[in-house]
Protein backbone atom coordinates (compact mmCIF):
# COMPACT_ATOMS: atom_id res chain seq x y z
CA UNK A 1 0.00 0.00 0.00
CA UNK A 2 0.90 3.61 -0.70
CA UNK A 3 -0.01 7.31 -0.61
CA UNK A 4 -2.26 6.58 -3.89
CA UNK A 5 -3.98 3.79 -2.18
CA UNK A 6 -4.72 5.53 0.93
CA UNK A 7 -6.22 8.87 -0.66
CA UNK A 8 -8.05 6.50 -3.27
CA UNK A 9 -9.71 4.10 -0.50
CA UNK A 10 -10.84 7.00 2.21
CA UNK A 11 -12.08 10.02 -0.67
CA UNK A 12 -12.55 7.70 -3.58
CA UNK A 13 -10.56 7.20 -7.05
CA UNK A 14 -12.06 10.02 -8.67
CA UNK A 15 -10.15 12.22 -5.99
CA UNK A 16 -7.78 14.80 -7.89
CA UNK A 17 -7.15 17.55 -4.90
CA UNK A 18 -4.61 16.65 -1.94
CA UNK A 19 -3.63 19.05 0.98
CA UNK A 20 -0.89 17.94 2.75
CA UNK A 21 0.18 19.68 5.72
CA UNK A 22 3.53 20.01 7.76
CA UNK A 23 5.17 22.53 9.85
CA UNK A 24 8.26 22.95 8.20
CA UNK A 25 8.92 22.47 4.52
CA UNK A 26 12.69 22.04 4.19
CA UNK A 27 15.07 19.63 2.21
CA UNK A 28 17.05 19.23 5.00
CA UNK A 29 14.32 17.63 6.98
CA UNK A 30 13.04 14.15 7.19
CA UNK A 31 9.43 14.53 6.96
CA UNK A 32 9.67 16.82 4.35
CA UNK A 33 11.61 14.36 2.26
CA UNK A 34 8.44 12.03 2.84
CA UNK A 35 6.15 14.47 1.33
CA UNK A 36 8.29 15.17 -1.60
CA UNK A 37 8.09 11.27 -2.34
CA UNK A 38 4.36 11.60 -1.60
CA UNK A 39 4.12 14.72 -3.99
CA UNK A 40 5.91 12.54 -6.84
CA UNK A 41 3.12 9.47 -6.52
CA UNK A 42 0.30 11.64 -6.47
CA UNK A 43 1.52 13.33 -8.96
CA UNK A 44 2.15 10.08 -11.02
CA UNK A 45 -1.52 9.49 -10.27
CA UNK A 46 -3.04 12.58 -12.05
CA UNK A 47 -3.68 13.92 -8.17
CA UNK A 48 -3.33 17.87 -7.63
CA UNK A 49 -1.05 18.51 -5.00
CA UNK A 50 -0.81 21.59 -2.87
CA UNK A 51 1.30 21.99 0.45
CA UNK A 52 0.72 23.86 3.39
CA UNK A 53 2.87 25.26 5.99
CA UNK A 54 4.28 27.40 7.95
CA UNK A 55 7.68 27.68 6.48
CA UNK A 56 8.83 26.77 3.08
CA UNK A 57 12.99 26.21 2.98
CA UNK A 58 12.33 25.27 -0.96
CA UNK A 59 13.70 26.79 -3.73
CA UNK A 60 10.99 25.03 -5.90
CA UNK A 61 8.83 22.23 -5.44
CA UNK A 62 7.92 20.29 -8.96
CA UNK A 63 4.67 18.67 -9.10
CA UNK A 64 3.41 20.67 -6.27
CA UNK A 65 2.34 24.20 -5.08
CA UNK A 66 3.27 25.71 -1.64
CA UNK A 67 1.37 27.84 0.26
CA UNK A 68 3.57 29.54 3.79
CA UNK A 69 0.80 30.73 6.33
CA UNK A 70 1.74 33.20 8.78
CA UNK A 71 3.99 32.16 11.52
CA UNK A 72 6.39 34.60 13.25
CA UNK A 73 9.98 34.22 12.91
CA UNK A 74 11.03 34.72 15.90
CA UNK A 75 11.68 30.83 17.31
CA UNK A 76 10.26 30.90 20.67
CA UNK A 77 6.75 32.91 19.42
CA UNK A 78 6.85 30.34 16.85
CA UNK A 79 6.80 27.57 18.89
CA UNK A 80 3.77 28.85 21.07
CA UNK A 81 2.25 29.85 17.96
CA UNK A 82 2.20 26.44 16.70
CA UNK A 83 0.39 25.52 19.48
CA UNK A 84 -2.30 28.12 19.78
CA UNK A 85 -3.29 28.56 15.75
CA UNK A 86 -5.80 26.38 15.49
CA UNK A 87 -8.04 28.29 18.20
CA UNK A 88 -7.00 32.05 15.97
CA UNK A 89 -10.67 32.01 14.33
CA UNK A 90 -9.19 34.33 11.20
CA UNK A 91 -7.00 32.24 10.54
CA UNK A 92 -8.44 29.22 10.55
CA UNK A 93 -11.47 30.39 9.17
CA UNK A 94 -9.60 31.40 5.51
CA UNK A 95 -7.64 28.51 5.86
CA UNK A 96 -10.94 25.98 5.61
CA UNK A 97 -12.38 28.49 2.66
CA UNK A 98 -9.41 27.67 1.14
CA UNK A 99 -9.64 24.24 1.21
CA UNK A 100 -13.23 24.02 0.34
CA UNK A 101 -12.06 22.25 -2.67
CA UNK A 102 -10.06 19.68 -1.62
CA UNK A 103 -10.80 15.98 -1.53
CA UNK A 104 -8.06 14.51 1.10
CA UNK A 105 -6.05 16.00 3.68
CA UNK A 106 -2.95 14.56 5.08
CA UNK A 107 -1.95 16.20 8.06
CA UNK A 108 1.89 15.00 8.59
CA UNK A 109 1.92 17.34 11.96
CA UNK A 110 0.42 19.36 14.37
CA UNK A 111 -1.51 21.68 14.82
CA UNK A 112 -3.04 20.97 11.34
CA UNK A 113 -5.55 18.22 12.88
CA UNK A 114 -8.09 20.89 14.12
CA UNK A 115 -8.31 22.56 10.34
CA UNK A 116 -8.66 19.17 8.72
CA UNK A 117 -10.98 17.68 11.36
CA UNK A 118 -13.59 20.36 10.34
CA UNK A 119 -12.57 20.01 6.75
CA UNK A 120 -14.13 16.89 7.42
CA UNK A 121 -17.21 18.16 8.98
CA UNK A 122 -17.91 20.94 6.44
CA UNK A 123 -16.80 19.60 3.44
CA UNK A 124 -16.34 16.34 3.94
CA UNK A 125 -12.67 15.74 3.07
CA UNK A 126 -11.00 12.54 4.07
CA UNK A 127 -8.55 13.41 6.87
CA UNK A 128 -5.40 11.23 6.91
CA UNK A 129 -3.01 11.62 9.72
CA UNK A 130 0.20 10.62 8.83
CA UNK A 131 2.13 9.68 12.23
CA UNK A 132 5.76 9.34 12.13
CA UNK A 133 7.24 9.35 16.11
CA UNK A 134 7.00 10.58 19.45
CA UNK A 135 10.28 11.24 20.80
CA UNK A 136 9.86 10.79 24.51
CA UNK A 137 11.37 13.41 26.87
CA UNK A 138 13.24 10.99 28.82
CA UNK A 139 14.76 10.26 25.45
CA UNK A 140 15.43 13.83 24.68
CA UNK A 141 18.99 16.17 24.51
CA UNK A 142 19.87 18.12 27.44
CA UNK A 143 17.89 20.93 29.08
CA UNK A 144 14.90 21.01 31.28
CA UNK A 145 13.22 23.34 28.58
CA UNK A 146 13.70 21.07 26.04
CA UNK A 147 12.30 18.25 27.39
CA UNK A 148 8.87 20.20 28.67
CA UNK A 149 8.87 21.33 24.64
CA UNK A 150 9.60 17.67 23.73
CA UNK A 151 6.59 16.69 26.36
CA UNK A 152 4.37 19.38 25.09
CA UNK A 153 4.79 17.89 21.55
CA UNK A 154 4.15 14.60 22.55
CA UNK A 155 0.68 15.29 24.04
CA UNK A 156 -0.03 17.42 20.65
CA UNK A 157 1.31 14.78 18.20
CA UNK A 158 -0.57 11.77 20.03
CA UNK A 159 -3.42 12.62 21.77
CA UNK A 160 -5.34 15.53 19.58
CA UNK A 161 -5.16 13.20 16.41
CA UNK A 162 -6.47 10.13 18.18
CA UNK A 163 -9.75 12.65 19.88
CA UNK A 164 -9.95 14.44 16.08
CA UNK A 165 -10.75 10.88 14.78
CA UNK A 166 -9.13 10.97 11.31
CA UNK A 167 -10.48 8.72 8.84
CA UNK A 168 -7.27 6.75 8.95
CA UNK A 169 -3.77 7.17 10.64
CA UNK A 170 -1.01 6.10 8.59
CA UNK A 171 2.56 5.04 10.56
CA UNK A 172 5.74 4.97 8.51
CA UNK A 173 7.14 1.48 10.50
CA UNK A 174 5.74 -1.10 12.25
CA UNK A 175 7.47 0.04 15.74
CA UNK A 176 5.33 3.69 15.00
CA UNK A 177 1.99 2.12 15.10
CA UNK A 178 2.56 0.41 18.03
CA UNK A 179 3.68 2.98 19.76
CA UNK A 180 0.61 4.77 18.50
CA UNK A 181 -1.54 2.12 19.31
CA UNK A 182 0.34 2.06 22.49
CA UNK A 183 -0.51 5.82 23.78
CA UNK A 184 -3.87 6.02 21.93
CA UNK A 185 -5.74 3.13 21.89
CA UNK A 186 -6.16 3.70 18.42
CA UNK A 187 -6.18 1.49 15.56
CA UNK A 188 -3.50 2.60 12.46
CA UNK A 189 -2.45 1.17 9.34
CA UNK A 190 1.50 0.63 8.27
CA UNK A 191 2.76 3.02 4.78
CA UNK A 192 6.80 2.22 5.11
CA UNK A 193 8.73 5.32 3.98
CA UNK A 194 10.36 4.86 0.44
CA UNK A 195 13.94 6.19 -0.43
CA UNK A 196 13.24 8.66 -4.16
CA UNK A 197 16.08 6.74 -6.06
CA UNK A 198 16.25 9.61 -8.16
CA UNK A 199 17.15 11.84 -5.73
CA UNK A 200 20.95 10.03 -6.19
CA UNK A 201 20.99 9.71 -9.76
CA UNK A 202 23.62 11.58 -10.47
CA UNK A 203 26.53 11.50 -7.37
CA UNK A 204 29.19 14.11 -6.94
CA UNK A 205 32.27 12.44 -7.64
CA UNK A 206 35.42 12.11 -5.04
CA UNK A 207 37.58 14.91 -6.47
CA UNK A 208 34.20 16.99 -6.00
CA UNK A 209 33.37 16.14 -2.72
CA UNK A 210 37.80 16.95 -1.80
CA UNK A 211 37.53 20.01 -3.52
CA UNK A 212 34.10 21.34 -1.73
CA UNK A 213 34.42 20.04 1.33
CA UNK A 214 38.35 18.93 1.85
CA UNK A 215 37.63 15.19 2.16
CA UNK A 216 39.98 12.70 1.52
CA UNK A 217 38.19 9.49 -0.16
CA UNK A 218 41.15 7.39 -0.10
CA UNK A 219 40.88 7.88 3.98
CA UNK A 220 38.63 5.28 6.35
CA UNK A 221 35.19 7.41 6.23
CA UNK A 222 32.68 6.88 8.72
CA UNK A 223 29.27 8.85 7.64
CA UNK A 224 26.21 10.20 9.60
CA UNK A 225 23.21 11.82 8.47
CA UNK A 226 20.75 13.90 9.48
CA UNK A 227 19.90 16.73 11.77
CA UNK A 228 23.02 17.88 14.13
CA UNK A 229 21.15 18.13 17.79
CA UNK A 230 21.15 16.64 21.08
CA UNK A 231 18.35 14.39 20.21
CA UNK A 232 20.09 12.66 17.84
CA UNK A 233 22.64 11.57 20.22
CA UNK A 234 25.53 12.34 18.24
CA UNK A 235 27.75 12.66 21.05
CA UNK A 236 28.23 8.56 21.64
CA UNK A 237 28.90 8.24 17.88
CA UNK A 238 32.04 10.58 18.13
CA UNK A 239 33.26 9.22 21.27
CA UNK A 240 32.99 5.81 19.23
CA UNK A 241 34.73 7.52 16.36
CA UNK A 242 37.64 8.38 18.81
CA UNK A 243 37.92 4.56 20.26
CA UNK A 244 37.67 3.59 16.71
CA UNK A 245 40.94 6.06 16.10
CA UNK A 246 43.14 4.66 18.46
CA UNK A 247 43.10 1.49 15.82
CA UNK A 248 41.50 2.51 12.60
CA UNK A 249 44.96 4.60 11.10
CA UNK A 250 43.63 7.82 9.44
CA UNK A 251 39.64 7.66 9.86
CA UNK A 252 37.67 10.24 9.21
CA UNK A 253 34.06 11.19 10.43
CA UNK A 254 31.63 13.20 8.36
CA UNK A 255 28.13 14.35 9.87
CA UNK A 256 25.65 15.35 7.07
CA UNK A 257 22.31 17.71 8.02
CA UNK A 258 21.71 20.91 9.14
CA UNK A 259 23.23 21.78 12.15
CA UNK A 260 20.10 23.12 14.41
CA UNK A 261 22.37 23.26 17.48
CA UNK A 262 25.48 25.51 17.27
CA UNK A 263 27.05 24.87 20.69
CA UNK A 264 26.16 21.26 20.45
CA UNK A 265 28.20 21.11 17.02
CA UNK A 266 30.86 22.76 18.71
CA UNK A 267 30.86 20.29 21.62
CA UNK A 268 31.34 17.17 18.90
CA UNK A 269 34.19 19.04 17.34
CA UNK A 270 35.86 19.80 20.82
CA UNK A 271 35.58 16.01 21.68
CA UNK A 272 36.41 14.60 18.45
CA UNK A 273 40.53 13.07 18.65
CA UNK A 274 40.63 12.96 14.62
CA UNK A 275 38.85 14.85 12.29
CA UNK A 276 35.53 15.23 11.85
CA UNK A 277 33.64 17.25 8.75
CA UNK A 278 30.23 18.96 9.53
CA UNK A 279 29.32 19.51 6.34
CA UNK A 280 25.97 21.54 7.04
CA UNK A 281 23.02 20.65 4.69
CA UNK A 282 23.75 19.54 1.80
CA UNK A 283 22.48 18.64 -2.42
CA UNK A 284 20.93 15.11 -3.29
CA UNK A 285 24.09 14.68 -5.86
CA UNK A 286 26.27 15.58 -2.98
CA UNK A 287 24.63 13.09 -0.44
CA UNK A 288 25.00 10.37 -3.14
CA UNK A 289 28.30 11.90 -3.67
CA UNK A 290 29.09 11.06 0.02
CA UNK A 291 27.57 7.80 0.63
CA UNK A 292 29.68 6.40 -2.39
CA UNK A 293 32.75 7.47 -0.07
CA UNK A 294 31.31 5.84 2.87
CA UNK A 295 33.26 2.59 4.48
CA UNK A 296 30.61 2.73 6.66
CA UNK A 297 27.35 4.31 7.72
CA UNK A 298 26.52 5.03 11.52
CA UNK A 299 24.53 6.32 14.00
CA UNK A 300 23.96 6.16 17.79
CA UNK A 301 20.50 7.68 18.03
CA UNK A 302 18.22 5.76 20.21
CA UNK A 303 14.61 7.17 19.33
CA UNK A 304 13.54 6.87 15.76
CA UNK A 305 10.09 6.60 13.82
CA UNK A 306 11.77 5.07 10.48
CA UNK A 307 15.36 6.76 10.00
CA UNK A 308 15.17 7.27 6.24
CA UNK A 309 18.80 7.51 5.77
CA UNK A 310 19.30 4.07 7.03
CA UNK A 311 17.47 2.77 3.55
CA UNK A 312 19.61 5.40 1.77
CA UNK A 313 22.71 4.29 2.87
CA UNK A 314 21.47 0.70 1.81
CA UNK A 315 21.24 1.66 -2.05
CA UNK A 316 24.60 2.58 -1.85
CA UNK A 317 25.82 -1.26 -0.11
CA UNK A 318 27.26 0.26 2.90
CA UNK A 319 27.59 -1.24 6.18
CA UNK A 320 25.76 -0.15 8.61
CA UNK A 321 26.41 0.10 12.70
CA UNK A 322 23.38 1.58 14.39
CA UNK A 323 21.76 1.17 18.17
CA UNK A 324 19.16 -1.84 18.63
CA UNK A 325 15.85 0.08 18.24
CA UNK A 326 12.90 -1.46 17.12
CA UNK A 327 12.89 0.55 13.63
CA UNK A 328 16.33 -0.08 13.06
CA UNK A 329 15.83 -4.16 13.87
CA UNK A 330 12.85 -3.74 11.29
CA UNK A 331 15.20 -1.45 8.55
CA UNK A 332 18.05 -4.01 8.79
CA UNK A 333 16.12 -7.18 8.93
CA UNK A 334 16.54 -8.31 5.40
CA UNK A 335 20.29 -6.71 4.83
CA UNK A 336 23.66 -8.67 5.67
CA UNK A 337 25.82 -5.92 6.03
CA UNK A 338 23.78 -4.14 8.92
CA UNK A 339 25.13 -4.59 12.82
CA UNK A 340 22.68 -3.70 15.32
CA UNK A 341 24.13 -3.12 18.83
CA UNK A 342 22.37 -2.24 22.57
CA UNK A 343 21.95 1.18 23.08
CA UNK A 344 24.64 2.42 25.36
CA UNK A 345 27.65 0.06 24.57
CA UNK A 346 30.19 2.10 23.35
CA UNK A 347 32.51 -0.88 23.23
CA UNK A 348 30.84 -3.56 21.08
CA UNK A 349 29.64 -0.15 19.16
CA UNK A 350 33.57 1.24 18.53
CA UNK A 351 34.28 -2.65 17.68
CA UNK A 352 31.44 -3.01 15.29
CA UNK A 353 32.51 0.29 13.47
CA UNK A 354 36.26 -1.02 13.39
CA UNK A 355 35.14 -4.11 11.68
CA UNK A 356 33.44 -2.73 9.59
CA UNK A 357 35.38 -0.59 8.50
CA UNK A 358 37.85 -3.21 7.98
CA UNK A 359 35.60 -5.39 6.09
CA UNK A 360 34.78 -2.66 3.17
CA UNK A 361 38.17 -1.66 2.94
CA UNK A 362 39.07 -5.02 2.25
CA UNK A 363 36.60 -5.44 -0.16
CA UNK A 364 37.48 -2.93 -2.08
Known sequence: MDVVDVVDEHSGSDADKVAIFTRNFSPSNGISQVISQQISELASAGKDVSVFCFKNRFDSVEYSSVTSLYSPDNAILSGMYDIVSPFNPVSTSALLRSLREFDAAIVHQYPFDVVSHLCKKMHGTAYIRWYHHDLEA????????????????????????????????????????EEFERKTGKEAIVVQNKVNTERFSDPKTPDELEVTYGLDPTRPTIVYVGRINTNKNIHDLVEAYNDVSETVRDVQLILVGEIQEEQYAKELTDMACGEVFLTGWVSDDTLAGIYSVADVY????????????????????????????????????????????DPGDLSTFSDALARSLSERRHDE
Do not use: M, Q, W
Open 138 to 177: RESGKGFVNKVHIRINSVLKTRIPSYLDPDVVCTVSKSSR
Open 298 to 341: SSASISEGFNLPIAEARLFDCPIVVFDIPPHRENLSDYDRGYLV
